[in-house]
């Protein structure tokens, strides 16, 4: 059983590096993102002049102890921007040379207690652009065995796992939509076992399943 598992983990990470790009290719513009599914559907005018800030996060990879999953956060209720929704661990890139995948790296240890040398990146998926003014560079990166947890309570409220294979399942890359700002938009979301992924981190999912896959 144990050897079968490990040969499934050495293939899907041998899948990834085949079909990621690496992790210090030159930045590009976004290929996706909360618009694909809106068309013409006008932006917030709240929102329509707002600053274009880089930023990245990182898919942690869980392949030991079971099948494969990811790790995600539920963001805190108190935050001023997205609170409360299930996202990837991930910020802003520090301005002064900090590179996307120092940024990812870093973001993760902040929020989660993960450090660096418990991350193996394989390799970065196409970069996302949110509603909301980020452009979003997002990696996949392998945690090791040995790590602890330690959330920021300053920025997350839970953190959980939610298999791989369900969320590169088709049949789970829900279409839904809600009225915002007096207009209705449309996203893709993954409910799993009463968490309720949606909006930016499913799109970025759903943009993985398409380059692992698609």
Do not use: C
């Amino acid at each position: 059983m144990a050897t079968t598992a490990m040969r499934e983990a050495e293939t899907l990470v041998a899948h990834l590096r085949d079909r990621l790009d690496p992790i210090d290719a030159p930045p590009e513009r976004p290929r996706f993102g909360d618009a694909d599914l809106n068309g013409d559907a006008p932006v917030p005018p709240e929102l329509a002049d707002v600053e274009i800030r880089d930023a990245a996060v990182i898919a942690p990879l869980i392949l030991h102890d079971g099948p494969p999953r990811l790790l995600l956060t539920e963001r805190a209720s108190h935050l001023p921007r997205h609170a409360g929704q299930i996202s990837f661990p991930g910020g802003r890139i520090d301005a002064g040379g900090e590179t996307a995948a120092q940024a990812a790296v870093r973001e993760l240890e902040e929020e989660v207690g993960i450090g660096g040398h418990h991350v193996e990146l394989i390799g970065r998926f196409d970069s996302y652009a949110t509603v909301t003014g980020y452009h979003v560079t997002p990696f996949v990166g392998v945690i090791k065995p040995g790590f602890t947890l330690r959330p920021d309570p300053g920025e997350v409220a839970d953190v959980f796992e939610t298999p791989f294979d369900f969320l590169m399942d088709p049949a789970n890359h829900q279409r839904h939509s809600r009225e915002w700002q007096g207009h209705v938009r449309h996203y893709y979301a993954m409910p799993w076992e009463g968490r309720y992924i949606w909006g930016a981190t499913a799109g970025m999912l759903k943009s993985l399943h398409d380059r692992l896959y698609g």
